[in-house]
């Protein structure tokens, strides 16, 4: 029977990237996979077999200097508000779909699912 599984990932390419075989491997199986991410990781994800739901890309709107700590406490609150749009999706998702897995990076909103 196929499982309607939830994955969430922070949106850059070393938290994405890990994630796609996973993704195939239980979109090849049966599963419905639903997907959480940005515009930028769609069509990989979708090839992969994935229904992707979009939130904004703030990390890649924000102008982020990493070594100032300037740039620190911005990198951190887009952390947070991704997270928080993350949340928000899940939410509007969990009113239809019953899911069965959630499958998350500890870096992020699924670690709050």
């Given amino acids: 029977m196929a499982k309607h599984i939830l994955m969430i990932n922070f949106p850059?390419?070393?938290?994405?990237?890990?994630?796609l075989?996973?993704?195939k491997a239980f979109s090849e199986r049966g599963d419905h996979v639903h997907y959480i991410s940005t515009?930028?990781?769609?069509?990989r994800l979708e090839?992969?077999?994935?229904?992707?739901h979009l939130h904004r890309d703030l990390l890649r709107m924000t102008p982020?200097?990493?070594g100032t700590p300037a740039g620190i406490l911005a990198f951190l609150?887009?952390?947070?508000?991704t997270s928080l749009e993350i949340l928000q999706i899940v939410q509007r998702l969990a009113e239809d779909i019953q899911f069965?897995?959630?499958?998350?990076?500890k870096f992020g909103a699924?670690?709050?699912v």
């Fill in 12 to 19: 850059a390419e070393g938290h994405v990237n890990p994630t």
């Fill in 21 to 23: 075989g996973v993704t």
């Fill in 39 to 43: 515009e930028k990781y769609k069509s």
């Fill in 47 to 52: 090839g992969v077999g994935a229904e992707v």
């Fill in 64 to 66: 982020i200097d990493p």
């Fill in 77 to 81: 609150k887009v952390h947070i508000k």
């Fill in 100 to 105: 069965d897995a959630v499958y998350y990076d």
């Fill in 110 to 112: 699924g670690e709050l």
